[in-house]
């Protein structure tokens, strides 16, 4: 059997346990027609990622369909939110397209105009189309509410990329626990110049508890119970903590300046040959093997799923933005025209494929299961798939920011020796119920 | 004829020529100054709703005051960082400046290349202290490694003290070659025939500079203070590319604190109160400086 044939029977494999398949059909058969829209413009608000790039390099091809204008603009990520909080604040109606990530949901419910009519009308099946822990990000209620409020439209998921090479050479298989990552870390600090593992302990938008919340999870502890009130100081919590940051501490297995590292550098730690393993959102596979900013040959980076605790199934940490459309928006319906387009699974399946770039980025369950795609990137979005299928997806309440600030500022402090574990748990527990309270 | 000219005289042309002005200056500077203190008596948190809603009077303020321990902790840090960012500024401006006094082509050069760092984005320069100082493969980092190797493996960003001590010398590094500009214009307005008698009677550089430069250089060291005193109050920038706040919250200043309850918080009435509590010391601050400035006029 060949190497795709057999991507093929695993994606199916995967596919047969997320959803019963109802792939839908292509969304330019759901445009309106006869152009009613012709000549509207629909002005975007995206955070800048190449994958967008390449759609707008597309929109010849929707105004062709429809008439309607599409202009994009772009902010970084570090100034998208405040740009929302303005377009919030200002009730304004200059963009009719907004793009937002899934924790930022809950305190912007107010900015989207649910889709839920619209979709009905164009018999778009959302639960068909989009992993859950994606799909719940663009609903309101915490993601479990009625109201859809956008397309789910760039997602990640969190894979262990690693130095194929370096592996190779000492006879390693790339860690199917987190004990094992610190095991082989460790080795490789013994035989080569490498750091074994790019941890990121330091404090930028949260960065630092994406790994965190695996090590809590796969614990058997949450970020909060049942009622709403911290959890993450149980006896669980604590130990899954204390595992965490013993990768650092302790073991030693991570670079030292890991303690200050935030995403970026760990990847650049990897992409620099400085080491040799780093567990992060699978986006990054294009930095890691992009000669402009990577030192590393493609053959030189492997990956896999993210290691689990013994005997735990493999959990991710997900991150989902959507694009919605502007509540206050006078082009509504020439906007949901424009999402009807893009959402298309033959859009994103084309920039998969696109051999001019490796945005590897799917959201759609139909292309995280393709053959091609699979077959292009060795299987990655097969692991996506499997890790998705029990994910829990990101906290999703309108605290999150203050309580998430808390606890990096504890893993932070952790990082810097600062403080021991259980204290620094409790004390962020307890500044959690004072928030969760007012 | 008379008659006219005064019926002129009290037309107000003035208001009617200045008005375009006024108008801007409500709708840029005003406008959002009282929009944002009604704000500050308001319960206004976005993810609840997207216009401001009851008044609460006080309470805002209260509980910043009586219940609040990251507001006061940020207190601390802003004090911290005034501090220790002041008096460094200071000094380095005031040598380099005592150095550049002299004319010379160098010097010249020296004084015009001044203003390079202060022309530059403090996000930029935030970002940049941040690669000069990672662990890895800062050039920063490397240098003081190889000048201390006892420091050679200090993650400088994990260490709350080093960390201030980097914001610090960040904001001096960009700050201080002006605050440089400032005081050569004050030495060169100190006139140089008491200098040039006190010589001719005997006394040494430093006897000249204690005693006839420094008392007469004080007003404009003591207006360069104050000015300093306000742009830290204000920093945000480079601490939140250099730090984000951390390690834990050790770089968390107000400013930060203030970002933090509108833009990570969606907390608007509690974030225009913070800023006012920011805004009156400032304000207690441009007093200082307004009161230095007419001194020195008279």
Same mark, same amino acid.
């Given at each position: 059997?060949?190497?795709?044939?057999?991507?093929?029977?695993?994606?199916?494999?995967?596919?047969?346990?997320?959803?019963?398949?109802?792939?839908?059909?292509?969304?330019?058969?759901?445009?309106?027609?006869?152009?009613?829209?012709?000549?509207?413009?629909?002005?975007?608000?995206?955070?800048?990622?190449?994958?967008?790039?390449?759609?707008?390099?597309?929109?010849?091809?929707?105004?062709?369909?429809?008439?309607?204008?599409?202009?994009?603009?772009?902010?970084?990520?570090?100034?998208?939110?405040?740009?929302?909080?303005?377009? !919030?604040?200002?009730?304004? %109606?200059?963009?009719?397209?907004?793009?937002?990530?899934?924790?930022?949901?809950?305190?912007?419910?107010?900015?989207?105009?649910?889709?839920?009519?619209?979709?009905?009308?164009?018999?778009?099946?959302?639960?068909?189309?989009?992993?859950?822990?994606?799909?719940?990000?663009?609903?309101?209620?915490?993601?479990?509410?009625?109201?859809?409020?956008?397309?789910?439209?760039?997602?990640?998921?969190?894979?262990?990329?690693?130095?194929?090479?370096?592996?190779?050479?000492?006879?390693?298989?790339?860690?199917?626990?987190?004990?094992?990552?610190?095991? %082989?870390?460790?080795?490789?600090?013994?035989?080569?110049?490498?750091? /074994?593992?790019?941890?990121?302990?330091?404090?930028?938008? /949260?960065?630092? !508890?994406?790994?965190?919340?695996?090590?809590?999870?796969?614990?058997?502890?949450?970020?909060?119970?049942?009622?709403?009130?911290?959890?993450?100081?149980?006896?669980?919590?604590?130990?899954?903590?204390?595992?965490?940051?013993?990768?650092?501490?302790?073991?030693?297995?991570? *670079?030292? %300046?890991?303690?200050?590292?935030?995403?970026?550098?760990?990847?650049?730690?990897?992409?620099? /040959?400085?080491?040799?393993?780093?567990?992060?959102?699978?986006?990054?596979?294009?930095?890691?093997?992009?000669?402009?900013?990577?030192?590393?040959?493609?053959?030189?980076?492997?990956?896999?799923?993210?290691?689990?605790?013994?005997?735990?199934?493999?959990?991710?940490?997900?991150?989902?933005?959507?694009?919605?459309?502007?509540?206050?928006?006078?082009?509504?319906?020439?906007?949901?025209?424009?999402?009807?387009?893009?959402?298309?699974?033959?859009?994103?399946?084309?920039?998969?494929?696109?051999?001019?770039?490796?945005?590897?980025?799917?959201?759609?369950?139909?292309?995280?299961?393709?053959?091609?795609?699979?077959?292009?990137?060795?299987?990655?979005?097969?692991?996506?798939?499997?890790?998705?299928?029990? %994910?829990?997806?990101? *906290?999703?309440?309108?605290?999150? *920011?203050?309580?998430?600030?808390?606890?990096?500022?504890?893993?932070?402090?952790?990082?810097?020796?600062?403080?021991?574990?259980? *204290?620094?748990?409790?004390?962020?527990?307890?500044?959690?119920?004072?928030?969760?309270?007012? | 004829?008379?008659?006219?000219?005064?019926?002129?005289?009290?037309?107000?042309?003035?208001?009617?020529?200045?008005?375009?002005?006024?108008?801007?200056?409500?709708?840029?500077?005003?406008?959002?100054?009282?929009?944002?203190?009604?704000?500050?008596?308001?319960?206004?948190?976005?993810?609840?709703? &997207? &216009?401001?809603?009851?008044?609460?009077?006080?309470?805002?303020?209260?509980?910043?005051?009586?219940?609040?321990?990251?507001?006061?902790?940020?207190?601390?840090?802003?004090?911290?960082? +005034?501090?220790?960012?002041?008096?460094?500024?200071?000094?380095?401006?005031?040598?380099?400046?005592?150095?550049?006094?002299?004319?010379?082509?160098?010097?010249?050069?020296?004084?015009? $290349?001044?203003?390079?760092?202060?022309?530059?984005?403090?996000?930029?320069?935030?970002?940049?202290?941040?690669?000069?100082?990672?662990?890895?493969?800062?050039?920063?980092?490397?240098?003081?490694?190889?000048? +201390?190797?006892?420091?050679?493996?200090?993650?400088?960003?994990?260490?709350?003290?080093? &960390?201030?001590?980097? +914001?610090?010398?960040?904001?001096?590094?960009?700050?201080?070659?002006?605050?440089?500009?400032?005081?050569?214009?004050?030495?060169?307005?100190?006139?140089?025939?008491?200098?040039?008698?006190?010589?001719?009677?005997?006394?040494?550089?430093?006897?000249?500079?204690?005693?006839?430069?420094?008392?007469?250089?004080?007003? =404009?060291?003591?207006?360069?203070?104050?000015?300093?005193? =306000?742009?830290?109050?204000?920093?945000?920038?480079?601490?939140?590319?250099?730090?984000?706040?951390?390690?834990?919250?050790?770089?968390?200043?107000?400013?930060?604190?203030?970002?933090?309850?509108?833009?990570?918080?969606?907390? $608007?009435?509690?974030?225009?109160?913070?800023?006012?509590?920011?805004?009156?010391?400032?304000?207690? $601050?441009?007093?200082?400086?307004?009161?230095?400035?007419?001194?020195?006029?008279?």
């Amino acid at each position: 059997m060949k190497r795709r044939n057999i991507l093929q029977v695993t994606a199916a494999g995967v596919g047969a346990g997320i959803a019963p398949w109802a792939f839908s059909q292509g969304s330019s058969a759901m445009l309106k027609p006869g152009k009613p829209y012709a000549g509207t413009e629909v002005n975007l608000l995206t955070v800048v990622a190449p994958q967008f790039k390449a759609h707008e390099a597309k929109l010849a091809e929707f105004e062709a369909l429809t008439g309607i204008k599409v202009k994009y603009q772009y902010v970084p990520f570090g100034s998208t939110r405040e740009k929302l909080t303005a377009e !919030l604040v200002g009730a304004s %109606a200059q963009y009719d397209v907004l793009s937002a990530m899934d924790v930022w949901g809950p305190s912007l419910y107010n900015l989207f105009e649910p889709l839920n009519g619209m979709l009905a009308e164009k018999k778009i099946d959302m639960q068909a189309r989009y992993p859950n822990a994606h799909l719940r990000a663009a609903r309101d209620g915490n993601g479990n509410g009625k109201n859809v409020l956008g397309f789910p439209i760039r997602g990640h998921v969190q894979l262990m990329f690693y130095r194929k090479d370096i592996f190779n050479q000492l006879g390693l298989k790339p860690p199917a626990t987190w004990n094992d990552m610190v095991e %082989a870390g460790k080795l490789i600090q013994s035989k080569t110049n490498l750091s /074994g593992v790019a941890m990121y302990y330091g404090k930028t938008g /949260g960065q630092n !508890l994406m790994i965190w919340f695996n090590y809590l999870w796969g614990m058997g502890a949450d970020l909060l119970d049942a009622k709403g009130q911290p959890a993450f100081n149980s006896p669980a919590g604590i130990a899954a903590t204390q595992a965490y940051m013993d990768v650092l501490i302790k073991h030693k297995a991570a *670079p030292a %300046a890991a303690a200050s590292f935030n995403e970026t550098d760990a990847v650049n730690s990897v992409a620099q /040959g400085k080491s040799a393993m780093v567990p992060v959102w699978w986006w990054r596979y294009a930095s890691l093997v992009d000669p402009k900013t990577s030192t590393l040959k493609p053959e030189q980076v492997g990956f896999a799923p993210l290691p689990s605790m013994p005997g735990k199934d493999n959990t991710t940490y997900t991150n989902t933005w959507f694009y919605g459309i502007n509540k206050n928006s006078k082009k509504k319906a020439a906007a949901m025209e424009f999402l009807t387009w893009l959402s298309d699974p033959e859009i994103e399946r084309s920039v998969l494929l696109d051999k001019s770039m490796n945005e590897v980025v799917a959201m759609q369950t139909k292309n995280l299961l393709d053959g091609d795609v699979n077959a292009r990137y060795n299987g990655m979005h097969v692991y996506g798939a499997q890790a998705l299928k029990g %994910a829990k997806g990101t *906290p999703l309440f309108a605290q999150w *920011p203050q309580v998430s600030d808390v606890l990096e500022a504890a893993i932070s402090e952790l990082a810097s020796g600062q403080k021991q574990v259980k *204290p620094a748990l409790d004390e962020a527990a307890a500044k959690v119920r004072r928030i969760m309270r007012a | 004829m008379r008659a006219e000219s005064s019926q002129l005289r009290r037309l107000p042309v003035h208001w009617v020529l200045l008005a375009p002005a006024l108008l801007f200056v409500a709708a840029m500077a005003l406008f959002p100054l009282g929009y944002s203190l009604l704000l500050s008596f308001r319960e206004w948190k976005l993810a609840r709703r &997207s &216009s401001p809603g009851d008044f609460v009077g006080f309470s805002n303020y209260i509980n910043l005051l009586t219940d609040d321990p990251e507001f006061f902790e940020a207190l601390r840090v802003t004090g911290v960082f +005034i501090t220790a960012d002041v008096l460094l500024t200071l000094v380095v401006a005031l040598g380099a400046a005592l150095l550049l006094q002299k004319t010379g082509r160098l010097n010249t050069l020296a004084r015009t $290349m001044l203003i390079l760092p202060f022309v530059m984005s403090p996000a930029l320069i935030g970002i940049s202290f941040r690669f000069f100082l990672n662990a890895e493969y800062g050039v920063v980092h490397h240098l003081i490694g190889l000048l +201390i190797p006892a420091m050679k493996d200090t993650v400088w960003l994990a260490d709350a003290t080093l &960390s201030m001590a980097a +914001i610090v010398a960040s904001d001096v590094w960009h700050w201080a070659p002006y605050m440089t500009l400032v005081i050569l214009g004050g030495l060169a307005s100190i006139p140089t025939e008491t200098q040039e008698a006190a010589r001719i009677d005997g006394a040494s550089g430093f006897q000249v500079f204690r005693d006839i430069t420094w008392p007469q250089l004080l007003p =404009v060291v003591a207006v360069v203070a104050v000015l300093k005193t =306000v742009f830290a109050l204000k920093a945000f920038d480079t601490i939140y590319t250099l730090t984000n706040g951390g390690p834990g919250n050790s770089t968390k200043t107000l400013a930060y604190f203030v970002y933090e309850q509108g833009f990570s918080y969606y907390d $608007m009435g509690y974030a225009a109160a913070a800023a006012y509590l920011l805004t009156a010391a400032l304000l207690v $601050m441009a007093g200082f400086y307004l009161r230095l400035a007419f001194a020195k006029n008279r």
